[in-house]
């Protein structure tokens, strides 16, 4: 008896994290667990890279010194978006992902 594959879950990942979308309280932030698919993820973080490297690829003005490095923090939210973490973050960011864009030699 011939049967058919289904999709397996353990080619997702789980992401623990904010809802996309939802308001930021500073008391109160409701997390979910959920399982994306890793090619969803993937394309969130190509966008979001594809996004730093438009905000960072601007020549330094002339000066003494040079910009070697530029980084950045980002949360993944529940859905596999990657959002950059503002001011006034603060501790909730422990768990973010750290983007550090360094000048090609």
């Known amino acids: 008896m011939a049967t058919t594959k289904k999709?397996?879950?353990?080619?997702?990942?789980?992401?623990?994290?904010?809802?996309s979308g939802e308001s930021r309280s500073r008391n109160a932030r409701d997390l979910v667990e959920k399982t994306v698919d890793p090619d969803a993820v993937r394309a969130g973080y190509?966008?979001?890279?594809?996004?730093?490297?438009?905000?960072?690829?601007?020549?330094?003005?002339?000066?003494?010194f040079s910009l070697e490095e530029v980084e950045f923090s980002a949360e993944i939210t529940a859905d596999g978006e990657f959002k950059l973490l503002g001011t006034g973050v603060g501790l909730e960011a422990k768990g973010g992902v750290k983007f550090?864009?360094?000048r090609k030699p």
């Open 46 to 64: 190509e966008s979001f890279l594809i996004s730093l490297q438009a905000i960072a690829d601007v020549p330094p003005p002339a000066s003494h």
């Open 7 to 19: 999709k397996s879950s353990a080619r997702g990942i789980t992401i623990i994290g904010p809802v």
């Open 100 to 102: 550090t864009l360094r």
